[in-house]
């Protein structure tokens, strides 16, 4: 792909090499050669085997975990590409880690969300693309232009179709949001679908752990589908899954954009009464990580459509209808 005088190249580091590809393959060109690699002593090796010199270089890189050693990736490589005198380095993060750093909740915490904005600018990105920033107002952290994608074009058909298969599917359904913050991503999804809105409100005593306090909307005998933009240890989605079969839900299921699935999550999923949780392929998962209810939905389409638009400087807010 060629256009005004300056060529496409995408390049993957080892976070997600699978949706990079795949990527590649919706655009109709093959991935960059490069080798991210460790030296002895764990220090990031990068080499990029081919030219870049005037491209448009989109590089590819969920700060999934281990976190710090992807981040570590995407900052080298576009380094690399910006000393290898790239036209344009646009940093594309399916999942940006570090997120929930966004603000500090008590004295002396960090804003890490910020910082890692910085150091994604200052190792050379001219652009980045990302998708469901846990906060939106990351966005204005960084100081050169973002394109923030939504996991709900690509998640509502699924259920849409199953609203045309399903009888009384759509008249039983109802999205519930996790939590208050989560409120109007879940509005959304609601109007989309047109059914109606739950909501829990939940407490958190601790990191990692959440407690339900109150369920307001009408759930009993209905479908709840939980909604968010993220399940990591899986604590919040299990607890809420739990309270409304208590309350009397007649299923429950899940959809969210970032499957980090750390720590107890995939323990708690398989013993919780979700009998579905769709995901989408921002982060890697492993076959281990599979369970027989869990689905995934490929995520390159969109982002593969929304990099040729920033190529051909075309808007990709339409992207989103």
Not at 307 to 318: F, G, L, Q
């Given at each position: 792909m060629n256009i005004h005088g300056k060529d496409i190249k995408i390049f993957s580091g080892n976070a997600n090499k699978p949706l990079a590809k795949a990527m590649a393959e919706n655009l109709g060109i093959p991935l960059g050669k490069s080798e991210v690699g460790l030296f002895s002593d764990g220090e990031i090796s990068v080499n990029i085997n081919e030219t870049v010199r005037g491209s448009d270089v989109f590089v590819?890189?969920?700060?999934?975990?281990?976190t710090n050693r992807h981040l570590m990736e995407l900052l080298i490589m576009t380094d690399a590409f910006r000393r290898a005198s790239a036209g344009?380095?646009?940093?594309?993060?399916?999942?940006?880690?570090?997120?929930r750093q966004d603000r500090k909740s008590k004295a002396r915490d960090p804003i890490t969300a910020k910082l890692v904005a910085d150091l994604i600018v200052t190792a050379g990105a001219d652009r980045v693309l990302t998708m469901d920033l846990h906060a939106p107002q990351i966005q204005g952290f960084f100081d050169v232009p973002l394109d923030h994608m939504v996991g709900m074009p690509i998640l509502a058909p699924y259920f849409e179709r199953k609203m045309r298969s399903e009888e009384g599917f759509k008249e039983n359904l109802v999205i519930m949001s996790p939590d208050l913050g989560s409120v109007g991503r879940c509005r959304a999804f609601a109007e989309r679908l047109d059914v109606p809105l739950a909501i829990i409100d939940k407490r958190r005593p601790k990191p990692n752990q959440s407690e339900v306090v109150h369920v307001i909307g009408e759930i009993k005998g209905k479908d709840v589908l939980i909604v968010d933009d993220m399940i990591d240890t899986a604590g919040t989605l299990v607890n809420a899954a739990e309270e409304v079969m208590h309350r009397g839900a007649k299923r429950v299921a899940a959809c969210a954009t970032h499957p980090i699935f750390s720590g107890p999550a995939i323990e708690r999923l398989k013993n919780s009464p979700l009998t579905e949780i769709i995901v989408l392929?921002?982060?890697?998962?492993?076959?281990?990580?599979r369970l027989p209810n869990i689905k995934v939905l490929s995520c390159a389409p969109v982002l593969a459509e929304a990099?040729?638009?920033?190529?051909?400087?075309?808007?990709?807010?339409?992207l989103f209808h």
């Open positions: 590819v890189q969920s700060t999934s975990s281990p344009r380095v646009t940093a594309v993060l399916p999942y940006y880690g570090y997120a392929d921002t982060i890697f998962l492993p076959e281990e990580k990099i040729a638009r920033i190529y051909s400087d075309k808007p990709v807010s339409t």
